[in-house]
Each structure stands twice: as C-alpha cells, then as structure tokens.
C-alpha cells in the first residue's frame, strides 16, 4: 500500500501540471516527500490510521481546502466526510480472515473493530464515486460481496520497474551486515497468519534443503514477526533468518543474491514482492491463489500451498533443476514489462478528471 501511493503521486507529479494537488501526510512520514511539482502541496495531518481521531479530525481538515475531489488510497474513508470522493481497494483480507490470529487485541474488542471495520469499507464503496481495484480478482471480490454497479469499478494494476538502487557498498557486505547467510531462499513482507510463513517453516526446516540453504524472512519486526522467532526451536533457529526492516537501497542487493523467492500466501489482492523478485532475476515460487495466477501468469511456479508437502517439493524442483529456474528467469523478466506505475497512473488520473467537476 506503501509503495503504491508513493508510485501513484511520483506519476502523477510528472502527469499532470494543470490541476492542484493536496497531499496529506501523517508526521512519520512528512519529511520524506519532497514534491517536484509546484501544483503538488504537502499538509501534515497527524490523525493516525484506523482512529477515531481519523474520523473526527480529517473530514475537517479536508474541509479548510475545499477539494473537489478526494481520493483515498486505503479503504478507511472517514464516515463524516460527505464530498465527492474515489476509493482504492487493495484487498478484502479481514472479510476472508477475521481471525483473532491476526490481531493482537482481546476478542471483545477485536470483534467491535472488525464491525466497525465492515461499515467503514460498505460506506466507502457505495459513496465514492469510482473504486479503484489493483486486479480483476479484487474487482470481482467486490462484486461478490457488495451491491455496486460493474462499471464504478476500475482496475489499475500496480507495478514493478526493474530499476537498481546503487549502492556504494559490496554486495558481501551488504548482506553482512544483515546477518544474511549464502545461499538463501526469500520472503519479502508482513508476518500476518494469511501470509502462511508458519507453514513455509516447517516444510522448508523438513526438508534436506535445509542441509545447505538458509531461509531468510524480511519485514518490520512486529508482534506476528516475534511470534514466528519464538516458535522455532533453538536447534533450527541459526537456519532461519530474520534481518528485520530493510531498506530499498540494501533490498535490491538482497533480492539479487537469493536463490529462490518464496511466496505462500492464502489470500493476496495483487501481489507485489514477487514481481519485485522477478524483476531481480530471481524464480519465484508461488501458492496458486488466483490473484497471484492472474498477476504472474506462467512466470511463476504454482503449488497448492494447504496440501502438505508441496511447499517443500516445489522449493527442491527450483533448486535442482537448472532449466526451470532458468526458464523462470527468463519468463519473470517478461512478466514485469507487462506492468507500468506510469500507466497505473495515468487510468487514476483519467478518473480525476471525469469526477472532479
């Protein structure tokens, strides 16, 4: 979600010089965008996500400027703000999951969350005037679950450009000073139970692979991330890998030097971290959600990841067959050209246009 808003408004900046631009930041994240347009302004607004000073504050806010039109590239649109609006939806992850796994609160207050949850994203989908879905299976997830005419729906897939943040620094050295071992196997992401990494440990730790290879598991090291850490036993853990944060310039570095790229996830609105593998020159394995067969088409290596063994043979068929980890290669490098920030951009932009007067 990240790094589309980011692509979205670096594109946008070099898109459109007639329109002006609003862009709300919270604090932590004010310095780091410097705009490069003089229509683009930056405004702090410190009302954290999923608050209830978000909703409170920010219709206000918003208000003082008096937009015509505002978008949202999250699902969490404040019940009080009554202006013309578009919505990005990325996912219905916590309608398929709404498990107490996936959170850190008591049951009491994890069930009000998710209600308010539910009435949040139902008000945001049928006020705005145009959704934003980054894949067909997203689209088509929305029509399943909510009364909304096909065409308020748009798809603007995300992407993922094979460009290379240099860095001064070897390799070797880069990933020493990440406690990354060679050879590995990679995952790039959240530690959230649908991402299934619990699962990918115990086939990889079960498997010979093991003998030779390390696994290295890379995001912010959260509740879900330590969970993870104290569920392995002490004898596995120097196999198991955890750098914690990373950023872009030392991932490029990392991304390189892996082996394989491990995705197992049960659910996924696009899927993006295996394109970023992709575009690295590295294969990636993948579970057969259809989200991720509509994103990565045959570049990928498919596995019914819920039966077991196949993440364990699917990572041993990589590895040892030099021609299908070639081939993957090859075809993960087509695979990423297919997918453009600017033309993701520039279909947003068009829906501006139609709805801000």
């Not at 946008?12 to 004010?30: P, S, T």
């Not at 409170?56 to 978008?71: A, C, E, G, S, T």
């Not at 850190?104 to 959704?131: D, E, G």
Request: glycine residues 4%.
């Amino acid at each position: 979600m990240g790094r589309y808003t980011q692509k979205l408004i670096e594109n946008l900046e070099k898109l459109d010089h007639k329109n002006q631009y609003f862009v709300f930041l919270n604090g932590e994240n004010f310095n780091e965008y410097k705009p490069k347009n003089l229509n683009f302004k930056k405004i702090l607004a410190n009302c954290p996500w999923y608050t209830i000073r978000e909703q409170i504050k920010m219709p206000w806010l918003l208000n003082r400027y008096n937009l015509d039109l505002v978008h949202f590239p999250h699902f969490n649109v404040p019940f009080f703000y009554w202006k013309k609006f578009i919505v990005t939806i990325h996912d219905l992850i916590l309608i398929h999951y709404p498990t107490i796994r996936g959170t850190t609160l008591n049951p009491l207050l994890y069930w009000l969350k998710f209600m308010v949850y539910k009435i949040v994203i139902a008000t945001a989908i049928h006020r705005s005037q145009k959704i934003i879905a980054v894949s067909k299976f997203t689209k088509n997830d929305i029509l399943k679950h909510y009364r909304v005419p096909h065409e308020k729906i748009i798809v603007t897939y995300e992407a993922c450009e094979n460009y290379c943040h240099i860095s001064r620094e070897k390799s070797d050295t880069i990933l020493k000073k990440h406690g990354i071992i060679k050879p590995y196997l990679l995952y790039v992401g959240n530690a959230y139970p649908h991402k299934n990494l619990d699962k990918l440990i115990e086939e990889f730790l079960s498997s010979a692979v093991k003998d030779k290879y390390y696994l290295v598991l890379i995001g912010k090291e959260d509740y879900f991330y330590n969970s993870l850490k104290n569920s392995i036993a002490s004898e596995n853990a120097k196999k198991i890998i955890f750098p914690g944060y990373i950023s872009d310039r030392d991932l490029d570095i990392v991304y390189r030097g892996a082996c394989l790229y491990v995705f197992p996830s049960l659910y996924e609105g696009f899927g993006l971290p295996p394109l970023e593998a992709m575009a690295k020159g590295v294969p990636v394995l993948a579970s057969d959600h259809p989200c991720l067969k509509e994103i990565l088409e045959d570049s990928a290596y498919f596995i019914d990841v819920k039966q077991k063994g196949n993440i364990a043979d699917g990572i041993k068929k990589i590895i040892f067959n030099n021609n299908l980890k070639h081939n993957l290669i090859k075809k993960g490098y087509r695979q990423c050209e297919k997918y453009r920030w600017s033309e993701m951009a520039s279909k947003t932009l068009d829906s501006y246009i139609k709805y801000e007067s």
